[in-house]
Every structure is written in C-alpha cells, then in structure tokens.
C-alpha cells in the first residue's frame, strides 16, 4: 500500500512541476543522494549522478594535518566505525575508517573522500555546492578552501558550476577575497522573526542564493528575497508532502536526500 501511495504522489509532483517549477529549477542532493547511500560519500555522490541530479551538496572540514575531507559532523562517530573528531585524525587516518557500513552491509568499505577526490570525479557531470562547516574549529579553511578550487581551476567559472555556502556571512566575507568570482549562497536557520529586508540588503551586496530551512519558506519571502535578484533553495526536503508547497512559493531549487522525487 505504501508503495502505490508513493508512486500516486511522485506522478502528481511530476505533474505539479511541470506547470509550476521553471525550466532552470535545480535538484541538489543533499550530501548526495543520501536517503539511499550513506552521506558524503562516493557512493551517495555516483547514485546522485545515476538519478540526475544538477547538483551535489557537499560538506568540508579539515584533518589534523590540513586536508579537506567530506564529511557533516566534527565528530566521526556517527557516520563510521571508529570515534573521535575529525580534526585530530590524519587524512590517511581518516581514509582507514568504513563510512559506509552504518547505513548498509552493502556499503561497508566506502569511505570518507578529500574535496579533491570529489571534484576529480565529478566536476563537469554535476554542479558542486560546497559548504564550509565549523569555521571556528578551522580557522584557516577559507583560505584553504580557495585553494583548492584554484589548483582546480574552478575558481573563475561563469556558469555556477561551484557554489560555496554557510551559516556564517563574516566566513563568506572572507572567503570572497580570495576568491571573488565564486558565486556564494548563505545557509539560514528557521528563526521566528524571519528574515528581514534590512538583512538582504546587506546579504544581496555579498551572495548569489539564500538558502533558508525550508519550515521558513514562503510565496512572500522568496518574492521579497528574488526581488533583491537573489535565487531561493531551501532545505532539506525528506518528504513528498512539503515539495508542492515549495514548488507554489516558486523557488529556484531544492536540496533533498530524494533527487529522484524531481527527476523523471
């Protein structure tokens, strides 16, 4: 039963789509397509590609020895077989560890990537959204982070193939002077007062996207926010149910575990 309601509800969001989304609406798949594999890894990031996403979500923090690696928390436990913060592991530390095993035996072996393994295997096949995690605990990653996407080139794109985002506009601010020409996206928490017209103005002066917890999301707020010519992706959407809302508020894209709810 609950099948058949799942394939009801995926053909009428395809149909909704059709009607309401734009034809430059992006599908990003929040640390790949994580509600099949295990997040921020190889596997999540192939079965994006496999299901047509336009984007991967990404998150990076640094090892003790000053290596980005992909991976959400600041603490390894989570997400592998082994404990402990990511900062005080080695990068060849941290690649003995199975990333893949808590999700499924199927996965066991797959394991935490580098930024550059990622971007090696697929820039050029899906967009990169990259989000700086934890600047307090690495105080040097902007800079780091810059670079890594100029050692790759990716640093002058025109076509947004690299979108960099954060909770943390200082952290964003810096981050633009060294690379200015990276288009940026600000993360923003659910807050009760929402987001106020003072603050895009001074986002708007900085960043390309604002990306607000979708519980924020509103037909009013993201014509308040486009206005400032600022694009709209919220997230993380896990559920069919919240999509035609999201869609009727016409955002510019979305970021779920679920790409393939989008994608034919």
């Known amino acids: 039963m609950t099948l058949l309601i799942n394939s009801f509800l995926k053909n009428i969001l395809r149909l909704t789509k059709s009607k309401i989304a734009p034809n430059n609406f992006l599908v990003i798949a929040h640390r790949g397509a994580s ?65 893949g095993r808590w999700f499924h035996m199927k996965f066991s072996g797959q394991r935490i990537p580098s930024l550059q393994e990622v971007i090696s295997e697929f820039h050029g096949k899906l967009g990169l959204l990259i989000e700086i995690k934890n600047p307090n605990l690495y105080p040097n990653i902007a800079e780091v982070l810059a670079d890594e996407l100029k050692k790759n080139n990716l640093h002058n794109l025109d076509n947004n193939e690299v979108i960099v985002q954060s909770f943390d506009f200082e952290l964003l601010q810096r981050f633009n002077k060294f690379v200015p020409n990276v288009p940026l996206g600000l993360l923003v928490k659910y807050r009760v ?52 809302g999201l869609l009727d508020a016409k955002v510019d894209g979305i970021v779920t575990d679920y790409p393939d709810y989008f994608k034919e």
């Open 35 to 99: 509600g099949y594999a295990p997040e921020n890894t190889m596997a999540a990031f192939k079965k994006a590609l496999e299901l047509k996403a336009d984007y991967i979500e990404l998150d990076v923090q640094m090892t003790k020895d000053g290596k980005l690696v992909v991976i959400h928390d600041t603490n390894v436990s989570r997400t592998t077989n082994s404990e402990g913060e990511v900062r005080d592991f080695t990068f060849q530390e941290l690649k003995k560890l199975d990333a």
């Open 193 to 244: 007062h929402g987001i106020s017209n003072v603050q895009l103005k001074e986002w708007s002066t900085l960043v390309q996207y604002i990306n607000p917890n979708k519980a924020l999301v509103t037909k009013k707020l993201v014509k308040r926010i486009q206005s400032y010519k600022l694009k709209v992706m919220p997230y993380t959407v896990r559920d069919l149910k919240s999509i035609k």
